[in-house]
């Protein structure tokens, strides 16, 4: 199974910062790469697929990139509600993975 | 708008087996696949396979294989999840989701099922 490594696992910062999470495949993925975002207690929610292609309803502060085996998600104005747990996962080979998460605090 | 609502929380014994619901609405069944996914506590989340409403194919992911069971009811619009022979580390929140139309990436997801497996 391909192994899906997020870093940091954990970063701090502050409303208005811009931010940047890594997320590395053992294998090329292509594209096929999803990113999503789960408040404590709800249920993830689909930001970004196909590595950068923006899910209808998320505000455009969310950008994805990258190709092949190194992938980041990019929040470039951190709001209050950002404050969460990010995680990536990739369709390009059987079974789907997940990476562990990276969790965004406040500073 | 889409909706996947599932079934209440539940506690068993080791060994058992346990059946999650999900409820669709909102949008044709049976034209998106829906897969199950599972999050321990304070872990992260783990794909457990994925179905088509329409004709009934399952994927599971190798370590659930002879365990689990995915079926779907489409004159209720419900999926199922079975899961047999549980174990303690089998505790987890349980959540079903719609995939994007051919795809293992999904845009809706049920609130999510806790199952509480302990003597």
């Known amino acids: 199974a391909i192994q899906m490594t997020q870093s940091p696992s954990s970063l701090s910062a502050s409303v208005g910062d811009r931010i940047t999470l890594s997320c590395r495949a053992s294998?090329?993925?292509?594209?096929?790469l999803g990113w999503y975002q789960q408040r404590p207690g709800k249920a993830p929610i689909l930001l970004i697929y196909?590595?950068?292609s923006l899910q209808s309803g998320v505000p455009s502060r969310f950008s994805g990139g990258g190709s092949g085996t190194d992938f980041t998600l990019t929040i470039s104005s951190l709001q209050p509600e950002d404050f969460a747990t990010y995680y990536c996962?990739?369709?390009?080979?059987?079974?789907?993975?997940f990476g562990q998460g990276t969790k965004v605090e406040i500073k | 708008q889409v909706q996947l609502v599932q079934s209440g929380a539940d506690m068993k014994e080791p060994g058992a087996s346990v059946k999650v619901s999900c409820k669709a609405s909102g949008y044709t069944f049976t034209s998106y696949g829906v897969s199950w996914m599972r999050q321990a506590p304070g872990q992260g989340l783990e794909w457990m396979g994925w179905m088509s409403p329409y004709n009934g194919n399952t994927v599971y992911a190798p370590k659930f294989q002879g365990r689990l069971t995915m079926t779907a009811d489409a004159s209720t619009d419900t999926a199922y999840l079975e899961l047999r022979t549980l174990r303690s580390d089998d505790t987890a929140v349980y959540y079903c989701a719609k995939a994007l139309t051919g795809r293992y990436q999904y845009d809706h997801w049920g609130q999510g099922t806790l199952v509480t497996v302990s003597s």
């Open positions: 294998q090329a993925i292509g594209n096929d």
């Open positions: 996962l990739q369709e390009h080979d059987y079974p789907p993975t």
């Open positions: 196909d590595t950068s």
